[in-house]
């Protein structure tokens, strides 16, 4: 089983590390999840309290700090991985898959709509930077 999955493995010769994008999407949506879940254990979304919140995760919960500079870099590693991606898929011709492509562009057009109600919309910690930008 391991023979076929990793040496007899059915990929083209001319396979580069432009295709490792994939991978680092999906190990960077685990790290965003697992450590997006934590951090809402103990963060508190009320206006009065929410930097006393990530105050107390940072110094009292255990590697908080390393919980949040985690998600907050892992954001950014899933962008960089997710344009990358993309642009592997347009230099190499992949938008000749008309299914393939279509179903890519769906999945990034979700992404950009998940990170704009993430960061702009939340009720009282409105970014005006976030949305200008």
Known sequence: LI???????????????????GSLLGICLLIQI?????????YTSDTAT???SVTHICRDVNYGW???YLHANGASMFFICLFLHVGRGLYYGSY???E???V????LFAVM???????VLPWGQMSFWGAAV
Do not use: V
């Open 3 to 21: 023979n076929d999955a990793l040496i007899d493995l059915p990929a083209p010769s001319n396979i580069s590390s432009w295709w490792n994008f």
């Open 34 to 42: 697992l450590t997006g879940l934590f951090l809402a254990m103990h």
């Open 50 to 52: 929410a930097f006393q």
């Open 66 to 68: 390393i919980l949040r």
């Open 96 to 98: 000749i898959y008309t």
């Open 100 to 102: 393939t492509w279509n």
């Open 104 to 107: 890519g562009i769906l999945l």
């Open 113 to 119: 709509a998940t990170a704009f109600m993430g960061y």
